[in-house]
């Protein structure tokens, strides 16, 4: 089980991850994301643990398009088995795997962090077996309770940037969205294919899979996989916002490969066609190739 903290090799009660921009720490619930603290000022951007909750909405007509009103609320992290797979607490990325079973699907979560990264990661597998009835449609969403008081609720929209105020009912935005501080560092959320947000009591809420009813019956039943990303924004400007989700969506890869000498070769004459052989001040194409091809 999660809570058991001999399962990381720890024999204290804080598990804690730093960066060279942020630090995440785990006082209690490794099984819910930690407090997230940028190093630039020592501020706390999360009021509690970011954690997965199923929601029961009360089903409305068209149940695809129209968010219900929730019936049921469950904290998953708190209420069903977690088990750990794996950990990995030192060296340039920290991981833990876990999966969570509820009801009849399973949850199978990577949470890392990269040694020079301010953004959190959630790689997720879902085996979604859930169906809407008896007037019930359940969701699965990530609930994050930020620690202060936002001016407003900065969203990346088609065409632009949007601010918007906290409002009980769910909004699209793109690439992210950013409770704005009155200065200094802000939380953010993005995720590569996940759009739907709530910002509501100093917390946003990430849709992720909903169970609707109406027109199709079994909208979500299978696998699914999502990468999220909950980070600490130096600020809360949308520059550095859309610099860090596209970083996040988008990430370098980096592959080792056998190191070969090469050479330039210029394409015979042959290869040209008579307007190139013709053109002195043509530009000349090259072609590269390995020396162990020769």
């Not at 009021?47 to 929730?70: H, T």
């Not at 301010?118 to 597998?125: E, G």
């Not at 190739?289 to 020769?294: G, H, P, Q, R």
């Amino acid at each position: 089980m999660i809570r058991n903290l001999v399962s990381f090799h720890v024999r204290t009660l804080v598990m804690c991850w730093k960066t060279a921009h942020c630090a995440q720490c785990w006082p209690r619930r490794p099984a819910n994301s930690p407090p997230c603290m940028t190093k630039k000022n020592g501020r706390e951007l999360l009021s509690g643990g970011a954690g997965f909750r199923l929601v029961d909405e009360m089903e409305d007509w068209m149940s695809s398009w129209v968010v219900g009103d929730y019936a049921r609320v469950c904290d998953l992290n708190e209420k069903e088995a977690v088990t750990v797979k794996s950990a990995v607490l030192t060296g340039e990325v920290q991981s833990v795997t876990y999966e969570l079973k509820f009801r009849r699907s399973l949850l199978r979560l990577r949470v890392s962090l990269a040694g020079q990264s301010s953004v959190l990661r959630f790689s997720a597998d879902c085996d979604f077996r859930e169906i809407g009835a008896d007037g019930l449609v359940p969701q699965l969403q990530l609930h994050i309770p930020y620690s202060y008081r936002p001016q407003a609720i900065r969203c990346d929209v088609p065409g632009g940037v949007l601010d918007r105020l906290e409002l009980a009912h769910d909004i699209p935005v793109i690439r992210y969205c950013a409770p704005v501080p009155e200065s200094g560092s802000a939380l953010l959320l993005t995720s590569d294919c996940k759009y739907g947000v709530r910002a509501w009591e100093n917390a946003l809420t990430l849709d992720l899979l909903r169970s609707s009813t109406i027109p199709d019956r079994y909208p979500e039943q299978g696998v699914h996989q999502f990468e999220i990303g909950l980070g600490a924004a130096p600020s809360a400007d949308s520059a550095c916002l859309r610099e860090l989700a596209d970083c996040f969506t988008h990430p370098l890869y980096p592959y080792s490969i056998r190191c070969t000498q090469v050479r330039l070769v210029r394409p015979a004459a042959s290869c040209r066609s008579p307007a190139q052989q013709s053109r002195r001040s043509s530009p000349q194409k090259m072609r590269m190739v390995s020396c162990s091809d020769c």
